[in-house]
């Protein structure tokens, strides 16, 4: 999906989201040193009401902003005076504020990866770094979170990745990183020791480029994938924090094997549709009228659940996306309970 795809159905996500039911209290004291982090579309913040469930996070990354054709970081439908005002409210909250730089709709095929590209593979990277300072310097935000995947993950992005780290050493803010494991061996240790903390994008394990749709964010695939960071990379425990999909792949096929649809399908839809299912069932296997099935990936509630209480040992929980969860937001409130327990 496109980012303009990615940002309508978040923003629709947001509407159903506003009136929410009430929710415990929260005492983010009890988390300790971890960090529930929460990605949530930079766009919805226009909206006059939403709910990305403040109470919960202790930082709440907005996607995406990136360098544009002015030489300045901005994004879509987003003002400073927007920005600002949504810092302070999460600031009540006693929440951080990060920027997501990038994005997986960031490509060398497009005007915004371009431009990075040409800025990287000169090792000119002070255009970029110098407009991120003045962005955060501006707005008042309390970090950067660094999100580039595929072909922008360039030899020179590590480069990038250590001098932004060294220019903002001795200010204010925060740099964090989203890596997956398919992208993680691209990156010098150097680059990623430079990081405050790394949010690991432990998901996608299947998806609609397989021919069978298997689990896409098991267990075990966390197990592996913090071996990996501590055991190959040397990357402290309390810097990786564990990521979570608040959503699925789902596919529909008829008798004989032919897909009729696939798509990805939000926690909060499969919450709606199979309500007792979406607590403990991280598999659907649905047989249609027609004699075919619908078989849907996701994580259960309790998978969520198990998977916070993992995280109590490392950095804590990152979700993709926020918006994706239930009107009573119950996959935060298993992340902060599975946290805390």
Request: glycine share 8%; hydrophobic share 40%.
């Amino acid at each position: 999906m496109n980012v303009r795809g990615l940002i309508l159905t978040a923003v629709a996500v947001v509407f159903a989201l506003t009136g929410c039911l009430t929710r415990p209290e929260t005492d983010k004291t009890a988390l300790g040193e971890r960090r529930i982090v929460g990605y949530f579309p930079a766009a919805a913040i226009a909206l006059e009401q939403y709910n990305p469930g403040l109470e919960y996070l202790t930082h709440i990354n907005l996607w995406f902003f990136n360098y544009d054709r002015k030489g300045e970081i901005s994004s879509p439908r987003v003002s400073t005076l927007m920005l600002k005002r949504f810092i302070a409210e999460a600031h009540g909250e006693q929440t951080k504020v990060f920027v997501s730089i990038g994005g997986g709709h960031v490509t060398a095929r497009t005007e915004a990866g371009r431009r990075y590209l040409t800025l990287f593979r000169e090792k000119n990277f002070e255009p970029i770094i110098e407009a991120l300072i003045r962005f955060a310097d501006s707005t008042g935000i309390d970090g950067i979170d660094l999100d580039f995947e595929g072909d922008m993950m360039v030899p020179e992005y590590s480069d990038f990745i250590i001098e932004l780290a060294d220019a903002i050493a001795d200010k204010p803010y925060q740099l964090s990183g989203a890596f997956g494991y398919w992208g993680a061996r691209k990156m010098r240790d150097a680059a990623v020791t430079s990081f405050d903390f790394l949010n690991l994008m432990i998901y996608n394990e299947s998806g609609l480029f397989d021919k069978e749709l298997k689990d896409h964010s098991s267990f075990a695939h966390v197990e592996k994938t913090v071996a990996y960071w501590q055991n190959q990379r040397g990357i402290d425990r309390s810097k990786l924090v564990i990521g979570v999909p608040f959503y699925g792949w789902q596919r529909t096929v008829d008798a004989d094997g032919r897909i009729l649809n696939e798509g990805s399908i939000t926690y909060r839809e499969i919450s709606e549709n199979y309500p007792e299912q979406s607590l403990n069932s991280d598999f659907l296997t649905l047989p249609t009228e027609e004699g075919g099935r619908t078989v849907i990936t996701f994580n259960s509630l309790d998978l969520i659940r198990k998977k916070s209480h993992y995280a109590r040992s490392f950095g804590g929980i990152m979700a993709w996306h926020i918006a994706q969860d239930t009107p009573d937001l119950s996959l935060l409130q298993a992340v902060y309970l599975g946290l805390i327990d």
